[in-house]
């Protein structure tokens, strides 16, 4: 049972790990008798539950908890470790109609179980140039399943092309862009893989350029 403040459940045996959810006070969990050890030092092993289905998770011992002695055992042997990043590095390919790819390469983190934040840069390739751009991005990801899980992004930046009408006619050399998306993630041991549909606008005075495409996701944690 937990006690007093709020406790967060991690996705694996350290404060690394992604956090899987955060339990209130007098919250009643059933608790295995392992204990693993890690460089931040001892947690217990809990279940919880997350989007309607039982998951394995992890509390520090440190954290201001009460064990109670059950009268069944759990079948621990069936839940396995999610063993999520807390922050990773994070490669981005998107397709967009009107001939334009971009890639980024970003430094994405979790502060809380559902959101993350993210800072990228890369390369807006057109039919004529190659651009730089760059920014940041918010989202959230639900779990839905063991390994699968619902994203949304949003993100805004800068495009920062070689000459006038380098991104599209009408371009300057400086433009604004926004981009919002959603997809299926598929997550395993410190990494996962996305595909998600995307809709990007790049807009500078009264010209504007607006298309959507598909985007790819590879992560890995840190």
């Known amino acids: 049972m937990t006690k007093g403040k709020a406790v967060t459940v991690y996705s694996g045996?350290?404060?690394?790990?992604?956090?899987?959810?955060?339990?209130?006070?007098?919250?009643?969990?059933?608790?295995?008798?392992?204990?693993?050890?890690?460089?931040?030092?001892?947690?217990?092993?809990?279940?919880?539950?997350?989007?309607?289905?039982?998951?394995?998770?992890?509390?520090?011992?440190?954290e201001n908890v009460e064990i109670e002695k059950?009268?069944?055992?759990?079948?621990?042997?069936?839940?396995?470790?999610?063993?999520?990043?807390?922050?990773?590095?994070?490669?981005?390919?998107?397709?967009l109609k009107n001939s334009k790819v971009y890639w980024s390469l970003g430094y994405l983190k979790y502060?809380?179980?559902?959101?993350?934040f993210k800072i990228f840069g890369g390369q807006l390739l057109s039919e004529t140039a190659s651009n730089v751009i760059a920014g940041g991005e918010l989202g959230t990801d639900h779990l839905f399943s063991t390994h699968y899980s619902v994203y949304t992004s949003f993100a805004s930046g800068g495009v920062f092309?070689?000459?006038?009408?380098?991104?599209?006619?009408?371009?300057?050399?400086?433009?604004?862009?926004?981009?919002?998306?959603?997809?299926?993630?598929?997550n395993a041991y410190l990494a996962n893989a996305s595909l998600g549909l995307t809709q990007m606008a790049i807009f500078n005075g009264n010209n504007s350029f607006l298309s959507w495409g598909f985007v790819v996701n590879v992560e890995v944690g840190l």
């Open 111 to 116: 502060p809380t179980p559902s959101f993350y």
């Open 161 to 186: 092309a070689p000459e006038d009408d380098a991104v599209f006619d009408g371009s300057r050399s400086f433009s604004f862009f926004v981009q919002g998306g959603t997809g299926l993630r598929y």
């Open 13 to 62: 045996p350290s404060f690394a790990f992604r956090p899987l959810t955060i339990l209130e006070n007098k919250i009643k969990v059933p608790l295995s008798n392992k204990i693993d050890t890690s460089v931040d030092g001892d947690f217990y092993r809990i279940l919880v539950e997350v989007q309607g289905e039982r998951k394995l998770g992890f509390v520090s011992v440190g």
């Open 70 to 95: 059950v009268e069944q055992e759990e079948k621990w042997e069936d839940y396995k470790s999610l063993a999520l990043a807390r922050s990773a590095l994070q490669f981005s390919f998107n397709a």
